[in-house]
């Protein structure tokens, strides 16, 4: 911001300096003018009226004097004579003096002259041009000061507040027309990281006291586990009917512990995957549409041949945002897990629905690992040296679900083929 204000401060700097310039310029042609004009005349005055009547002067050799005219004595009482002597000359100021002989009048001489008041008038009009122009420059700097740097001067520390986990003071609304949805959209980002930051702490102090009830529950199946094994070992057990009775409950304890960590499971499972689902109708076309934008140019960097082929726009059910999001999931995992040459978006409809094929060029992966790839936190053997947490198509699977719709994978000899199926 200071250094915007430095360059309002130096265009103002500009104009002043070149305005006084100018005054100075107006200054000294008109000094120049009301001396140069007047010695011309003089000089010409001065040789005029000898021999007792007016002779023409040489005018070749005088700058500012354009002619010299003479209304004799004995004319002045003609009103003819007196108009066309007096008669403006176009362009040229004059001056008029008596001429004498002796100390006889014998006429009026007029001169001419060509005054520099016209260059003056030039050099107010670029003034004038020059303070437009300042005004309108000086004006649209303030209002990109005012309406544009000012308000993203006050946006810039929320990132960085909201980077920190300061999340309680929010932005004051603005009907700004270039931050005013940016605003929003901040506050709402403030308001969602609050929200999830509280529910993150609630889910640590449920998740504690789950473990906490869970671990106490598991110590009583657990201590009888060892007290049944202990007395095996020690021969407790003197008759083959006891020591079956014993492995049975054995047994039973640990289904009851395996009980307590499918619990754990389910509710860790439940905590994740809290999605928010808007269910309502949208066009296919708006869908393939924010999927060409988001990844047509990533996949031409990326030197993938990135095929849509031709579909029917048609009315879908679901949440337009969450199918993208679905399609995104799968073409990241064509980026980590494929071979880089192919990734081909296809369409079918199929018993009143929408099937949207995304196949990705690869290796394939082992049936036994086919057949767990949309469990949470399992993650195949290629997968060891990329990022990830095992939960992406699991989430893929849960959305589509939440919408009616379903999402299967099938191994192909060239690839991998996702198909989603929309209502």
């Given at each position: 911001m200071k250094k915007f204000d430095k360059i309002i401060a130096i265009v103002i700097g500009i104009?002043?300096?070149?305005?006084?310039?100018?005054?100075?310029?107006?200054?000294?042609?008109?000094?120049?003018?009301?001396?140069?004009?007047?010695?011309?005349?003089?000089?010409?005055?001065?040789?005029?009226?000898?021999?007792g009547s007016f002779s023409e002067p040489d005018l070749n050799s005088y700058k500012f004097v354009k002619s010299v005219s003479f209304l004799p004595e004995s004319a002045l009482t003609s009103k003819a004579d007196n108009v066309k002597f007096y008669k403006s000359t176009n362009g040229l100021e004059y001056e008029v003096r008596p001429l004498y002989t002796g100390d006889k009048l014998i006429g009026y001489v007029r001169f001419n002259y060509k005054d520099w008041n016209s260059n003056n008038s030039?050099?107010?009009?670029?003034?004038?041009?020059?303070?437009?122009?300042?005004?309108?420059?000086?004006?649209?700097?303030?209002?990109?000061?005012?309406?544009?740097?000012?308000?993203?001067?006050?946006?810039?520390?929320?990132?960085?507040?909201?980077?920190?986990g300061n999340f309680k003071e929010g932005l004051k609304e603005?009907?700004?027309?270039?931050?005013?949805?940016?605003?929003?959209?901040?506050?709402?980002?403030?308001?969602?990281?609050?929200?999830?930051?509280?529910?993150e702490i609630k889910l640590e102090k449920d998740k504690k006291l789950l473990l906490l009830s869970i671990s106490h529950d598991i110590k009583t199946p657990l201590n009888s586990i060892?007290?049944?094994?202990?007395?095996?070992?020690?021969?407790?057990?003197?008759?083959?009917e006891k020591k079956v009775l014993a492995a049975r409950q054995i047994q039973e304890k640990s289904l009851e512990i395996e009980r307590f960590v499918k619990e754990i499971i389910k509710t860790s499972s439940e905590d994740i995957l809290q999605i928010e689902i808007k269910n309502s109708e949208f066009y296919l076309k708006d869908l393939i549409d924010k999927v060409i934008i988001a990844y047509k140019e990533k996949c031409n960097l990326k030197m993938i041949d990135f095929i849509v082929e031709d579909y029917s726009n048609k009315l879908v059910k679901g949440d337009l945002d969450r199918v993208f999001e679905?399609?995104?999931?799968?073409?990241?995992?064509?980026?980590?897990?494929?071979?880089?040459?192919?990734?081909?978006?296809?369409?079918?409809e199929e018993d009143y629905c929408q099937l949207i094929k995304i196949f990705n060029s690869g290796e394939t992966i082992s049936e036994n690992e086919f057949n767990h790839i949309f469990d949470s936190f399992y993650r195949g053997s290629n997968a060891k040296d990329k990022q990830g947490n095992g939960l992406g198509l699991y989430i893929c699977k849960y959305t589509m679900e939440k919408?009616?719709?379903?999402?299967?994978?099938e191994c192909h000899r060239e690839g991998m083929c996702f198909t989603l199926v929309l209502r």
């Amino acid at each position: 911001m200071k250094k915007f204000d430095k360059i309002i401060a130096i265009v103002i700097g500009i104009y002043l300096m070149t305005s006084l310039g100018l005054a100075a310029l107006f200054q000294r042609v008109n000094n120049k003018s009301n001396s140069e004009y007047k010695v011309e005349i003089n000089r010409i005055y001065s040789g005029l009226g000898e021999g007792g009547s007016f002779s023409e002067p040489d005018l070749n050799s005088y700058k500012f004097v354009k002619s010299v005219s003479f209304l004799p004595e004995s004319a002045l009482t003609s009103k003819a004579d007196n108009v066309k002597f007096y008669k403006s000359t176009n362009g040229l100021e004059y001056e008029v003096r008596p001429l004498y002989t002796g100390d006889k009048l014998i006429g009026y001489v007029r001169f001419n002259y060509k005054d520099w008041n016209s260059n003056n008038s030039s050099l107010l009009k670029l003034e004038i041009v020059l303070f437009i122009y300042s005004a309108i420059i000086v004006s649209v700097l303030l209002y990109i000061r005012n309406s544009i740097l000012k308000p993203f001067n006050i946006l810039s520390e929320m990132p960085y507040e909201l980077s920190k986990g300061n999340f309680k003071e929010g932005l004051k609304e603005s009907k700004n027309r270039y931050f005013g949805k940016f605003i929003w959209g901040i506050n709402m980002l403030r308001d969602n990281l609050d929200y999830h930051k509280i529910k993150e702490i609630k889910l640590e102090k449920d998740k504690k006291l789950l473990l906490l009830s869970i671990s106490h529950d598991i110590k009583t199946p657990l201590n009888s586990i060892k007290l049944y094994a202990k007395a095996i070992e020690e021969e407790v057990y003197d008759t083959n009917e006891k020591k079956v009775l014993a492995a049975r409950q054995i047994q039973e304890k640990s289904l009851e512990i395996e009980r307590f960590v499918k619990e754990i499971i389910k509710t860790s499972s439940e905590d994740i995957l809290q999605i928010e689902i808007k269910n309502s109708e949208f066009y296919l076309k708006d869908l393939i549409d924010k999927v060409i934008i988001a990844y047509k140019e990533k996949c031409n960097l990326k030197m993938i041949d990135f095929i849509v082929e031709d579909y029917s726009n048609k009315l879908v059910k679901g949440d337009l945002d969450r199918v993208f999001e679905v399609i995104g999931n799968i073409i990241e995992n064509a980026f980590k897990y494929g071979d880089g040459k192919e990734i081909k978006l296809s369409f079918y409809e199929e018993d009143y629905c929408q099937l949207i094929k995304i196949f990705n060029s690869g290796e394939t992966i082992s049936e036994n690992e086919f057949n767990h790839i949309f469990d949470s936190f399992y993650r195949g053997s290629n997968a060891k040296d990329k990022q990830g947490n095992g939960l992406g198509l699991y989430i893929c699977k849960y959305t589509m679900e939440k919408m009616d719709g379903e999402i299967f994978a099938e191994c192909h000899r060239e690839g991998m083929c996702f198909t989603l199926v929309l209502r």
